[in-house]
């Protein structure tokens, strides 16, 4: 149960550059700091003051290639593209539009990177901040973009000092419900909060909040934990990209087949379902094995068995949209279709 | 530029049922309103007041089915599906797990569906608060996942008197760089903000930002402008979905081409690159026309044909995944393979 929060601007850190002792520059402007404040600190200041710049032309198409290479330089893997828009996973693990690099708030012939480990940098301004007798949560906040809605929000990069999640699952709402599946991502929270005191150009990198319980403690796990792995992401790929794997899925289908026995006989069924916008009825005849097929030779013209070659491909890529795995065997009497069960998903 | 926030639970309002007057139950509650705080109001109380439940058994195979009669009630389309979760778009344009339908925080015979239309219900508590001669903003909120990262955060289904963005496009920064892409998403970071003094059992389903500049007047856009239209979202499809779909359309590759002469002369080249992977390098001959290829006949047995068939299909999607269209035509003398020019992105 909370009180209630204050969130505050500060003022007069001014220009940032390699080197700069945040926890001394934050202290001196905000003297008013107390244990268990938030520090939601924007990442831009803690790039510069690592030195996480690139030098870049100020302008021409080398800036352009500069920025490329700047961005494939910060990119682990591309996860859509659409005209001029890159959204990439970072190393650090952040889906983010061109990998968080940023050329505003830096000067023309520079262009600001990502920390390169924000939980890391964190934990170090908590710690020189404790250092000075001041036990708080620290985080290190950017400006995200988001699948399905307009707009930009800020989320955390790092943070040391406060636990990210606040974890609601077990408990019992006043209706005897148990809750499944609430487990609140607190940071990005609170680095929304506090953004909405910040300015992009007015200089107020850092802003406080005040009355959050629990922050100041060493040992939290850090805003890794917010990073979903691609393999458990149902959103790992853009549309386009995935569609286009789909389609050289497609191209190069691999000819084993997997399932049961027991699986490939029902598949069967599924089979003969997907026949009608494929291929032409009544060439598929039941082999009398379970998921196996032969198809019947069509008219022996080279176009007609060309053309029916094309057609089991069709149905086979049809059969792989349902997760069914299949392989052919084309005879000089006709061919064989063996159905896999269906892929586990 | 501003001086602070203040965010504020507004505790005692208990049960709502439908018909209650979510105004008179506000300002009884929290009579320190005040002209220009923003109201972050839980969309589960805004849809029990205005009787948007589903009565559902208690449990067992009865209240499992009548849970998906629910979701298929509020669902547009699906767009991701792995195991029991289902991503899918609402009526209203959300794209939420389960349609954002709700079991906590209501007895254990009903779902809380969400608001049909939660700008509306902001303005209609917009306005009720105004004829009680109060002027303040107006965000109904709910509990949201994320692509790419673990953890939830409360953004803005419905809002109403304050401005949806803060819009930073053009203004210039002190090294003189105009910015260009950052439309702030406020009323998602209020939201979220207000979710931090909010429990999930505790019964505080309204909080109250107070500082926030410009809140209060009527003839806002409405949360309605953050949703991205699945057209021009580069996730509007789960990856395993838009894969599916991939395969999908490699079994229906349509026979027309598009581009221009030129763009299919340059195609040639793209999909000679394509044929190593894919069909015997040799077999594919220019035919001297921009973008066509004559096949040669392969050896002439049926089971060679009819692979050879398979194979040009294999070519045709592995075009296809790069944006080339395609069309084939066969003749007992070969195939012809004539190549589109790439398809606009």
Chains 1, 2 share one sequence.
């Not at 974890?167 to 609140?184: F, K, S």
């Not at 992009?200 to 890794?224: E, I, N, S």
């Amino acid at each position: 149960m909370i009180d209630g929060l204050e969130v505050l601007p500060v003022r007069g850190i001014g220009d940032v550059t390699a080197g700069d002792d945040l926890a001394a520059l934050i202290t001196t402007n905000a003297p008013w700091l107390r244990d268990g404040d938030v520090l939601v600190v924007t990442s831009k200041i803690v790039s510069k003051a690592e030195g996480r710049l690139v030098e870049v032309p100020a302008d021409g198409p080398e800036r352009e290639a500069a920025r490329e290479a700047a961005l494939a330089s910060q990119t682990r893997r591309v996860v859509a593209r659409r005209g001029p828009t890159a959204i990439v996973q970072t190393h650090q693990g952040f889906v983010m539009a061109a990998a968080g690099i940023d050329a505003s708030n830096v000067d023309k012939t520079h262009l600001v990177l990502l920390p390169a480990d924000p939980d890391a940098s964190a934990r170090a301004l908590h710690a020189a901040l404790a250092a000075r007798g001041l036990r708080v949560g620290v985080i290190v906040s950017d400006t995200m973009g988001r699948a399905w809605r307009n707009g930009l929000t800020d989320v955390a990069l790092g943070a040391a000092g406060i636990e990210p999640f606040r974890d609601h699952r077990g408990e019992i709402d006043p209706y005897g419900n148990e809750l499944e599946l609430t487990q609140m991502a607190v940071i990005d929270e609170l680095a929304a909060a506090g953004e909405l005191v910040k300015g992009k150009c007015d200089q107020v990198p850092v802003a406080v909040v005040r009355g959050y319980p629990g922050a100041g403690t060493a040992g939290t796990p850090g805003a890794v934990a917010l990073l979903r792995d691609a393999a458990s992401d149902m959103f790992s790929l853009g549309t386009a990209e995935a569609r286009a794997d789909g389609l050289r899925a497609a191209a190069t289908l691999p000819t084993g087949t997997t399932g049961t026995t027991a699986d490939r006989a029902a598949a069967v069924a599924r089979a003969r379902a997907l026949v009608a916008g494929v291929i032409a009825e009544g060439t598929l005849i039941d082999a009398g094995q379970p998921g196996v097929l032969t198809c019947a030779p069509p008219a022996a013209t080279a176009a007609a068995l060309m053309r029916f070659g094309a057609d089991l491909h069709r149905l086979r890529a049809a059969l792989a949209a349902e997760g069914l795995s299949s392989a052919v065997a084309y005879t000089d009497a006709g061919a064989t279709v063996t159905i896999g069960g269906e892929t586990p998903a």
